[in-house]
């Protein structure tokens, strides 16, 4: 038969459970808001699991202090002052603290845990966490850092955009040679081959190598034409016929009939 | 605990028998005999303060006894005396017991006393013996004394001083009857008739296993706090009061809210038990400044103030 002290040991695992649970959903909220917002501004994104660690361990302590017998007397009031008063003295062995503690288990029977579990709460925040993520995906190829002007990477360390890690050259070796610097004298190296950016599928980079066509002439390298004979017999092997589908097996005698059936044709049209 | 409510449920019914209404006094008379303590009772005359503690004492079959004090009364009234007895042709000392060997002793207005016989009532209250002599007298348990104290015609009197008074476990405070209580009691008590037949409903054992299953009633660790919080309050509570309750207020609440659980059938303390034990186990061992005796505070009123801070 169940004692009493195997029942509280019941009632605080249940609450701990409901509260893991009710903190991991939670952690999750907090964790894709940061995420959101660092990948918005092109922030390395693993850093939004620092504010959710220090909510784990916050909320974790103050749920650890909450005492179960006032979270079971706040729920059932039959139980008020009767359930702490019984498990404060559960170690004690007298008349009247037994028939506490029996009055205290029959009650307990009528305790449900599904009573403890807010379900209105736990709808709203599936639905925030599916939203956020939803977000997360709409936003993944957008950065807003170019259209705000303001570049977060800056105040922490980025996801490997070239501004922060590499220089222009760096990233790009070869895009500032040759005909590129004499078509800089011209129009400017950002107006011929436009910002240089790494073009960016999801997570993975793609280094996109502009060469700029046309411009690689180097008039140095212009020769005069060269005179070439063509020869005026054509290769052997090649040869035209006609197609043998188009071929029609008509006789001679309606040939003709045949090609004046055309003729008039021509000329009444 | 309900075989125990149902007693004393049939106690107070006996009681109503012969008493009509008091019954706040009764009960708390009741908290104070099963916390094995004694009580002050105040009240004007003509409350049954007197009746009650006598009919008390038949329904539970224990030894009554009353000392009327007066200027006058010595030690030795209250205590015995010895008294030469001739037996066999030989003279010899005999300690005649006093009224204080019972088990159920009312000191009807103790403060009419002089100190020094306040004093043997008072040794034998805390010690429960009697010294007399070089002879000491263990008294009979259950041991219980009810003083009262009239709280008007003060003059002439000698007030207990605090010290002494600190020794009680509760001052219970008797008030008038209502109208309908009064209209009872006109009812009753203005036609002919014979004394009323009272059924026992405890006896000395059981009256110890009461006292034994008090202690036993478990109190939780917020309540204990709350009273600690209580009675430190009357000492840090400068602005109204100038001496606090002793350390003897807090185990003396403690003990009192547990008997009270215990005679409402409750297997528990309850918030309720402290709120209602507060004003009388309080009420004698505070001393308001001159301050809020101006203002016109009771001592009542300085207990509900705290009981509002410490919730």
Do not use: W
């Not at chain 1, 070439?228 to 197609?243: D, M």
């Not at chain 2, 009234?77 to 066999?88: F, Q, S």
């Amino acid at each position: 038969m169940k004692t009493f002290r195997d029942a509280v040991k019941e009632v605080r695992f249940s609450l701990r459970k409901l509260a893991a649970f009710e903190i991991i959903m939670n952690m999750f909220i907090v964790f894709l808001v940061f995420y959101l917002v660092l990948l918005i501004f092109g922030a390395k994104t693993l850093y939004a699991l620092i504010p959710t660690l220090l909510y784990a361990a916050i909320f974790s302590i103050r749920r650890m202090r909450q005492s179960a017998s006032s979270l079971v007397e706040e729920r059932y009031s039959t139980l008020k002052e009767k359930f702490r008063t019984a498990v404060e003295n559960q170690y004690k062995e007298n008349p009247v603290v037994n028939e506490l503690q029996a009055e205290v288990m029959r009650s307990l029977r009528k305790v449900e845990e599904s009573s403890f579990f807010n379900n209105r709460e736990t709808y709203i925040k599936s639905g925030v966490i599916v939203f956020l993520c939803f977000l997360i995906f709409f936003f993944s190829p957008i950065s807003l850092a170019g259209i705000f002007q303001f570049d977060l990477s800056k105040i922490i360390p980025g996801d490997g955009s070239p501004g922060a890690l590499l220089s222009d050259e760096e990233a790009y070796p070869g895009a500032s040679t040759g005909g590129a610097e004499q078509a800089g004298e011209i129009f400017g190296d950002e107006e011929i081959y436009g910002k240089l950016s790494v073009a960016k599928l999801g997570e993975d980079e793609l280094f996109v190598e502009f060469n700029p066509g046309g411009h690689e002439i180097n008039l140095r390298d212009v020769k005069d034409v060269r005179e070439v004979e063509f020869e005026e017999t054509y290769p052997t092997e090649i040869a035209a016929s006609s197609g043998e589908v188009l071929e029609e097996n008509i006789p001679k005698e309606q040939q003709e009939l045949v090609k004046n059936y055309f003729k008039q044709l021509v000329q009444e049209g | 605990m309900q075989a125990y409510q149902k007693l004393f449920d049939e106690l107070f019914t006996e009681v109503g028998k012969v008493v009509v209404g008091q019954r706040n006094v009764i009960e708390q008379v009741l908290v104070a005999i099963l916390s094995d303590g004694n009580a002050l009772l105040e009240g004007y005359p003509g409350l049954a303060k007197t009746l009650s503690v006598r009919t008390l004492a038949r329904i539970m079959d224990l030894r009554f006894s009353r000392i009327q004090n007066t200027p006058d009364l010595m030690p030795s009234d209250i205590t015995g005396t010895y008294i030469i007895e001739e037996k066999d042709g030989k003279r010899q000392f005999k300690f005649n017991p006093g009224p204080i060997f019972a088990n159920l002793v009312l000191a009807d207005e103790i403060n009419r006393a002089t100190p020094k016989t306040q004093s043997a009532l008072l040794e034998a209250m805390q010690e429960k013996q009697v010294t007399v002599g070089t002879s000491t007298y263990k008294l009979e348990l259950p041991f219980f004394v009810l003083a009262t104290q009239n709280p008007i015609e003060q003059e002439g009197t000698y007030p207990l001083p605090e010290a002494q008074a600190d020794r009680f476990l509760l001052k219970i405070k008797a008030d008038y009857p209502s109208v309908e209580e009064e209209t009872e009691i006109i009812n009753r008590y203005t036609v002919a008739t014979g004394e009323k037949r009272l059924k026992v409903v405890l006896n000395k054992d059981k009256v110890f296993e009461l006292q034994n299953l008090t202690r036993q009633v478990p109190i939780a660790k917020d309540l204990k706090e709350r009273i600690l919080k209580l009675v430190t309050a009357t000492r840090m509570q400068k602005d109204m009061i100038d001496y606090g309750a002793s350390p003897r207020a807090s185990i003396g609440l403690v003990v009192a809210c547990k008997a009270r659980a215990l005679i409402n059938g409750r297997n528990h303390v309850s918030a309720e038990d402290i709120k209602e034990m507060a004003y009388p186990v309080l009420r004698h061992r505070i001393i308001l400044n001159f301050e809020a005796e101006r203002k016109g505070l009771t001592n009542d009123d300085a207990i509900t103030q705290l009981l509002q801070k410490v919730k």
